[in-house]
């Protein structure tokens, strides 16, 4: 599926390919939660980082965090006018990248779960909105993005 996406203001555009556009998977990192997180955490989708088209390139800035005193190697992409939360690349995965879901302008569909990580980061305000079939780890997921589109049998539908 296609994704087209854009920051606030409007200065940047961008599409990308998904193999995996179900917005399912809720970040609740002290990063994300800060950078991204409306709603006390981010959402983040998976596309394929060769696909990655973008109007606007010079009204970017990137963002490393620093973890446990050390330059991440993630580059969090947000418009240096609106501050709109893009996308985040990393350069140890260069297949990826994984534009955030309220960038997103193109219909999503809706996932029929979700999976809550990170949330022994999570701030004490937030509460965690989590169904009957929802997954939630402390830390990352043991089930990649491709094993969950294929657990549920929607490798198809992207």
Not at 4 to 21: E, I, K, L, N, T
Not at 58 to 78: K, L, M, N, P, W
Not at 111 to 117: C, G, I
């Amino acid at each position: 599926m296609r994704l087209d996406g854009s920051c606030h203001c409007g200065a940047v555009r961008f599409g990308v390919d998904s193999p995996h556009p179900y917005p399912y998977q809720r970040c609740y990192c002290s990063i994300c939660r800060k950078t991204a997180g409306g709603g006390g955490y981010a959402i983040n989708l998976s596309g394929r980082a060769e696909t990655l088209d973008v109007q606007g390139r010079e009204h970017i800035t990137v963002y490393h965090a620093v973890i446990d005193g050390e330059t991440s190697t993630g580059e969090r992409h947000f418009c240096r006018h609106c501050a709109s939360a893009l996308w985040v690349f990393d350069p140890q995965w260069p297949s990826l990248v994984h534009p955030f879901a309220p960038a997103i302008d193109t219909p999503l569909p809706t996932p029929p779960e979700h999976v809550h990580l990170m949330l022994d980061s999570k701030a004490s305000w937030v509460e965690v909105d989590a169904r009957e079939n929802d997954q939630c780890f402390a830390g990352y997921p043991q089930e990649s993005i491709a094993e969950w589109h294929q657990r549920l049998g929607l490798e198809d539908d992207a």
